[in-house]
């Protein structure tokens, strides 16, 4: 029985998806053009690729006619690119490479399946609570925060700031926001909204830079609530654009800490210390290049390379085996230093994180045990104010137990498979920031 093949058709960009372009000021040797999938992930694709989906998309109009569509968008690819590319050369590039990444549509029509992005040390369980059109309106509020002539004088008043509380009675705060139950609830509240307007400062330095901002959410990072916004589009911009975006969050939370500096001056409100000191640990945490905050983003806009973790497995087996890796040639000489270095310093700063976890682990169960069992006794006698705060505090204390045995678990499996089984590409994900 002799079956008849499948009807030819013009291969299309997925719906959904978005020709970027070119990513600008890159670490590679040959710079690669970028493809935005509809679930708003990063292709990566050779300049010959590229053009081959740039002719498809600019010749959809015909697709009534795929031979005489296919005959053009080859002509069109063998234009540009210098060499002689015929129609069933792009079929099998379609086919082959292009619909496997979930970039187009097979040749005879059927849809691609997108497969996700790896989620290693990545925010899981995201949901989008503002929609880019609402992103869009809040970040232009904001956007003319990052004109030269407001950010000097910004960053002049972080430091007077900073400089002016470090005389402050920051211990005294700190009792009395263990005393008073409503300081407790305070603190969180000021704090989350630090947490939000790091996320405006992301989105309007977007639009600043003439990209626009996708959705706002919150998700679960390891362990912890984390709020986030999609920036993808910044990689539509060269390397000052991406590292203004970088910075924008930790540049509004230096804002927050003018405004609650302030706010203290002609209150002298003691939870606002406390306040001003989460919202300083969040600086320093978002700072650290270790996890996917802002740190790696910034590492990795600095060398041009959006995908650091990548590169973990074939350093690793370089330095530690002796085998070369045809990964690492594609980049420029001094970003793959700087990447060598990253990946040998944030191995031993991981292992040192959790082998610090294992020697305190008996210890740490011991003290949520007795914090857990303190909540019930008091369960009876206490205002449902203190039990509330006490439930949030023994919350809020275990997550870290929780968080960093998880990522243990989930560092140790990353690694044992990139570097044996030789995992999939990772792909830029939205930078959380977790709330306190």
Not at 10 to 18: K, N, Q, R
Not at 295 to 317: A, E, H, M, Q, T
Not at 323 to 338: G, M
């Amino acid at each position: 029985m002799v079956t008849d093949p499948a009807p030819l058709t013009l291969p299309a960009l997925t719906e959904g998806a978005e020709l970027v372009g070119e990513f600008k000021d890159s670490g590679y040797r040959q710079p690669p053009q970028l493809v935005r999938l509809p679930n708003r992930q990063l292709v990566q694709l050779a300049p010959l690729l590229f053009l081959v989906v740039k002719a498809l998309h600019d010749h959809r109009h015909l697709a009534a006619d795929p031979p005489n569509a296919l005959a053009k968008v080859a002509d069109a690819v063998t234009e540009a690119a210098g060499a002689r590319i015929s129609a069933d050369q792009v079929v099998f590039l379609v086919d082959r490479k292009l619909a496997p990444l979930g970039v187009t549509t097979y040749s005879d029509g059927t849809a691609p399946s997108i497969a996700k992005a790896s989620n290693f040390l990545a925010l899981r369980f995201r949901t989008a609570v503002l929609p880019e059109s609402v992103t869009w309106f809040i970040s232009g509020l904001f956007a003319w925060l990052f004109k030269p002539a407001i950010v000097l004088p910004m960053l002049g008043f972080v430091t007077a700031a900073e400089v002016w509380l470090a005389a402050q009675p920051i211990g005294e705060a700190l009792n009395h926001a263990i005393l008073a139950p409503e300081s407790i609830l305070v603190v969180l509240a000021l704090s989350i909204l630090s947490c939000v307007f790091h996320e405006i400062g992301h989105a309007s330095a977007c639009r600043y830079s003439g990209v626009r901002p996708g959705v706002m959410g919150c998700g679960i990072y390891v362990v912890w609530p984390a709020f986030y916004t999609d920036i993808t589009d910044s990689y539509r911009l060269g390397r000052r654009g991406r590292l203004r975006t970088d910075l924008g969050g930790v540049y509004f939370n230096g804002i927050v800490l003018i405004a609650l500096a302030v706010l203290y001056a002609f209150t002298g409100y003691l939870p606002l210390l406390v306040t001003i000191l989460v919202v300083n640990l969040e600086i320093i945490q978002q700072l650290l290049p270790t996890l996917r905050f802002d740190g790696y983003y910034i590492v990795s806009d600095l060398v041009g390379i959006p995908d650091l973790f990548k590169y973990i497995r074939p350093i690793l087996r370089r330095t530690l085996l002796r085998r070369p890796d045809e990964s690492l040639h594609a980049l420029k000489r001094w970003p793959q230093i700087i990447v060598t270095l990253w990946v040998l310093t944030v191995i031993p700063v991981l292992a040192f994180q959790l082998s610090l976890l294992a020697a305190r682990v008996p210890t740490l169960v011991m003290a949520e045990w007795q914090r857990l069992q303190n909540l019930v006794s008091a369960a009876q006698t206490a205002s449902w104010l203190a039990l509330l705060v006490g439930t949030l505090q023994f919350v809020l204390l275990s997550l870290p137990l929780l968080g960093l045995t998880l990522l243990a678990y989930w560092t140790v499996r990353a690694l044992a498979r990139k570097i044996i089984k030789n995992d999939p590409l990772d792909r830029p994900t939205p930078s959380p920031s977790p709330a306190p």
